[in-house]
Nanobody
Framework: QVQLVESGGGLVQAGGSLRLSCAAS????????MGWFRQAPGKEREFVAG????????NYADSVKGRFTVSRDNGKNTVYLQMNSLKPEDTAIYYC???????????????????WGQGTQVTVSS
């Protein structure tokens, strides 16, 4: 089992940047595929970005491509989401998720992730 703790959320003006971190417990982090999801008020949770266990493959929602970058440091048991050129529509609670998987493609459906963090609020003002 793995426990996830997100950090780095906050309030930022449109056009600004934030970096989210997700620290994972356990000694087998390098065997987990990781994903970032978000949920805006009144909307369903949606996939934002994901990275395979090795870090060799990433995938992004169309709405964030070119602005967000997902990365991981298996030595630090941490996955990151660098968010640049933020827009008001990026306002949401951001969650990281983990799934024991060594697949070489990114999992984009939330139902396939077994472990979730508590979420961190990102608010982008116009």
């Amino acid at each position: 089992q793995v426990q996830l703790v997100e950090s780095g959320g906050g309030l930022v003006q449109a056009g600004g940047s934030l970096r989210l971190s997700c620290a994972a417990s356990g000694r087998t982090f390098s065997s987990y595929a990781m994903g970032w999801f978000r949920q805006a008020p009144g909307k369903e949770r949606e996939f934002v970005a994901g990275i395979t266990s090795s870090g060799g493959s990433t995938n992004y929602a169309d709405s964030v491509k070119g602005r967000f970058t997902v990365s991981r440091d298996n030595g630090k048991n941490t996955v990151y989401l660098q968010m640049n050129s933020l827009k008001p529509e990026d306002t949401a609670i951001y969650y990281c998720a983990a799934r024991l998987s060594t697949l070489r493609f990114v999992i984009t459906t939330e139902e396939r992730y077994a472990y979730w963090g508590q979420g961190t609020q990102v608010t982008v003002s116009s």
